[in-house]
């Protein structure tokens, strides 16, 4: 029986994919985790393990072809909360939408959190995710006060900034392969109540972006701007937010029930016919300067639409996902005049600077800098090719990608973009392994 959700947020069996749904995944066995099993060894035989969390993984870092994927979902409980201190622990597979429905109406929220919260505790500690909030808060890995790793060999160690710091450092960020998060310990972030305040502002250029950013970076605790990628010059929606006060909470309402894509088209819905009247209506829709909105549609406006995915038909899509230090302003503009040549890209193109702070992840994606994020229908060579310009310029600028959104990145890429990987390597788990690990190892 297939073990996880590739599909919608809470249930749980939909079939085993990474969000991009390429075609042709090959077949890994499943197991099914259900509580603190310890049968891992007996389990994996002489194959290789790999935990999978939601799949929200856009490629391979949760995939293991041949292989067997541990499923984390059913390691869901709760373990203990303090509510004074915003303290919680819990459960590897627990969903971080089910932390915001426990911890909100206690006045608590997640610290960081990605742009869905369809994710667990476990696959968001191992691809160590950021958010709107990097800027002033680093990664999801800065709030993970410590853990249970899991090994191979059925040992269990406890890791924290004190406590096998080496490992704790390995495995924020470490792709699953230094063993399984059995359960994590978090530090949360306290608020008044579920509204935000968001601030919109239109930019006509980089140089515009730039400035506000700087400016809203000083006063807000969330930024993002959305980017019309294929305008000649690049242009977008700037939103700036914070958590509001108790009082906003009378004026917001939670969001219904989301609705969802019930079938994958034959084609793409996303193409060049499409974005070219969807991204010029987007960037002159009115939207107001100052609104106040339930925390759900701000943070995550696509978990509205259950299976999204699908619309990019039968053949998935990638992410590509960079990031370029400060000083790669040149190649920002690069990168974005070679998307707009190419005619590929997507409405769905986000820009947003990294901060200073550090994660204690070996191979954690952050650093300061911009990253930009792009969705790209799947069209074979062209889009590949595509890929390979721009990670010229990425190359060339000191940047990096994410492997979280990754399904075709060189490996020559990948380790000149993680200087740290010489010390990370003596932290896998020799039973673990994926198909994103064996794709970087193995190729050039
Ligand atoms: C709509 C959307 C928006 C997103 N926005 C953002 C964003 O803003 N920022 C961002 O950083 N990411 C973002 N992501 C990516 C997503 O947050 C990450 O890929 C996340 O890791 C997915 O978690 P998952 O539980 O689905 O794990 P999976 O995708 O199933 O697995 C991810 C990795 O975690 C490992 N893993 C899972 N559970 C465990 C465990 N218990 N122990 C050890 N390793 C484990 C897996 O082996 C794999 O390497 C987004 C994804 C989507 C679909």
Known sequence: MPCASGGSGRERAVGLNAWGALPAVPAAAEIRLSSRTAALPAAAGNGT????????????????????????????????????????????GVLLADIL????????????????????????????????????????????????????????????PRENPGWFAATIGGLGLTGLVVEAELQLRRIAGPAMTVENTRFADLDEFFALNAAAEERHEYTVAWIDCL?????????????????????????????????????SLVNGLSLRAFN???????????ATVHY??????????LHWNRMYGPRGFYQYQCVLPATARAALDEILQAIAASGQGSFLAVLKTFGPRASPGLLSFPMPGSTLALDFPNRGEATRALF??????????????????????????????????DEFIPYLDPKFASDFWRRIMEQE
């Open 280 to 290: 010029p209506a987007y960037f002159h829709r009115p939207l107001p300067a100052r």
């Open 231 to 267: 305008a000649a010059r690049p242009r977008g929606w700037f939103m700036a937010g914070d958590h509001a006060g108790a009082e906003a909470a009378r004026e917001v309402a939670a969001p219904g029930k989301a609705r969802g894509l019930p079938l994958t088209p034959p084609v």
């Open 49 to 92: 393990l790999l935990p999978y969390g939601n799949g929200r993984s856009y490629g391979d870092v949760c995939l293991n072809a041949g292989g067997t994927l541990l499923c984390t979902r059913g390691l869901d409980r709760f373990i203990a909360f303090d509510p004074d201190r915003g303290v919680l622990r819990c459960e590897a």
């Open 388 to 421: 390979t310009r721009l990670d010229a310029i990425v190359a060339a600028a000191g940047g990096r990608l994410y492997a979280a959104k990754d399904a075709r990145m060189p490996g020559a890429l990948f380790r000149r973009g993680y200087p740290a990987l």
């Open 101 to 160: 429905d426990l911890c909100v109406p206690r006045g608590w929220f997640l610290p960081v959190t990605p742009g869905t919260r369809f994710v667990t505790v476990g696959g968001a500690i191992a691809n160590d995710v950021h958010g709107k909030n990097h800027h002033g808060a680093g990664s999801f890995g800065c709030h993970v006060r410590g853990f249970e790793l899991l090994r191979s060999d059925g040992e269990r160690r406890r890791c924290s």
């Open 296 to 305: 759900v549609p701000y943070f995550y406006p696509l978990d509205g639409l």
